[in-house]
């Protein structure tokens, strides 16, 4: 069994930057696809990034694309998200979420297992 609890979250003025970052215990993420939701009240928790298995292979929603960057440190056993330019409509609670061997894909929630508590991020306009 795996634990992830993300971190880094906060309050931050339109146009500022956030890192989160995803850490895990009970073993190693090494060989898990990570993945990015978010939700904010009242929408779907939607996808936001996900890093393979490799590391190599990084993959982003439309949304987030070229402002967000997802990574992986594996002798961390940490992944990290990477926030820039961030607007009003990027305010959501943000988990993190580990699904064994997969790769950098786009996925839907029922599709990974492990799942942390989440961290909020909150941007003003």
């Known amino acids: 069994q795996v634990q992830l609890v993300e971190s880094g979250g906060g309050l931050v003025q339109a146009g500022g930057s956030l890192r989160l970052s995803c850490a895990a215990s009970g073993r190693t993420i090494s060989s898990d696809a990570i993945v990015w939701f978010r939700q904010a009240p009242g929408k779907e928790r939607e996808f936001v990034a996900a890093v393979g298995w490799t590391g190599g292979n990084t993959v982003c929603a439309d949304s987030v694309k070229g402002r967000f960057t997802i990574s992986r440190r594996n002798a961390a056993n940490t992944v990290y998200l990477q926030m820039n330019s961030l607007k009003p409509e990027d305010t959501a609670l943000y988990y993190c979420?580990?699904?064994?061997?997969?790769?950098?894909?786009?996925?839907?929630?029922?599709?990974?297992?492990?799942w942390g508590q989440g961290t909020q991020v909150t941007v003003s306009s």
């Open positions: 979420a580990a699904r064994f061997g997969g790769s950098a894909r786009y996925y839907s929630p029922n599709e990974v297992a492990f």
